[in-house]
Structures are given as C-alpha cells and as structure tokens.
Nanobody, 125 residues
Framework: VQLQASGGGLVQAGGSLRLSCAAS????????AGWFRQAPGKEREFVTA????????YYADSVKGRFTISRDNAKNTVYLQMNSLTPDDTAVYYC???????????????????WGQGTQVTVSS
C-alpha cells in the first residue's frame, strides 16, 4: 500500500483545510486509517483514526469538535476536515493505515503498518 497525503497549506487562525490521503491498492478499503502530526521539536502524535468500514472514529482531545475524519472506500481515500484551526495545529500531517483491523490500539503510532509522506499545515495567528 502506498499512501499520498495532500491538501496542506498556509491558513489563518480560525480557518479550515481538508487533507486527503489517497491510497494505491484495493485492500486499502479494508484497512483502518489514521492521521498523526508532528510539530517542530515535538514527537509525532495521534490526531484521529477511522475503522475500515467507517463504523467508529477516534479523536485526540485537542481536536475533538474541530476535526472530522471520513473515508470514501470507492475512491480509496481518507479525508481530514480541519476547522477552527489554531497555531497549535501547525505540523506535518501524516496519514497511515493499519492492517490487522482489530486488537491494536489505533491511538498508538506503532500500530500502523503504512505511512504517507506527510503534508505541511501552517496556521498563522
């Protein structure tokens, strides 16, 4: 599976962006998906995840109510809608996929098997 993240950019505080993660390979529709981010000088952290069938979604407390993860399995794409952005959201955002489906903790980076290259999100104050 190859993942390609896109949609990052520069936005003012309070603005919105939508990230996309397009995957090669039909099996992607049967994998769980996640987004992580890494700010300068910080470790990569969990942002959100979605089950393969979109039956459940998970969010970090810092983004609850502002970010929404969704997927279109027909297009092999996962989306991250980010609203009410703040400078603290500035980071490189990475999409990922997890192939075991059940049993792993989707909040943990080590649970994921494939990673995209990252897309930069910069929020100005």
């Amino acid at each position: 599976v190859q993942l390609q993240a896109s949609g990052g950019g520069l936005v003012q505080a309070g603005g919105s962006l939508r990230l996309s993660c397009a995957a090669s390979g039909r099996a992607y529709s049967r994998y769980n998906a996640g987004w992580f981010r890494q700010a300068p000088g910080k470790e990569r952290e969990f942002v959100t995840a979605i089950r393969w069938n979109a039956g459940s979604t998970y969010y970090a407390d810092s983004v609850k109510g502002r970010f929404t993860i969704s997927r279109d399995n027909a297009k092999n794409t996962v989306y991250l809608q980010m609203n009410s952005l703040t400078p603290d959201d500035t980071a490189v955002y990475y999409c990922s996929s997890e192939t075991v489906l059940y049993g792993r903790n989707l909040y943990e980076e080590s649970s994921y098997d494939y990673w995209g290259q990252g897309t930069q999100v910069t929020v100005s104050s």
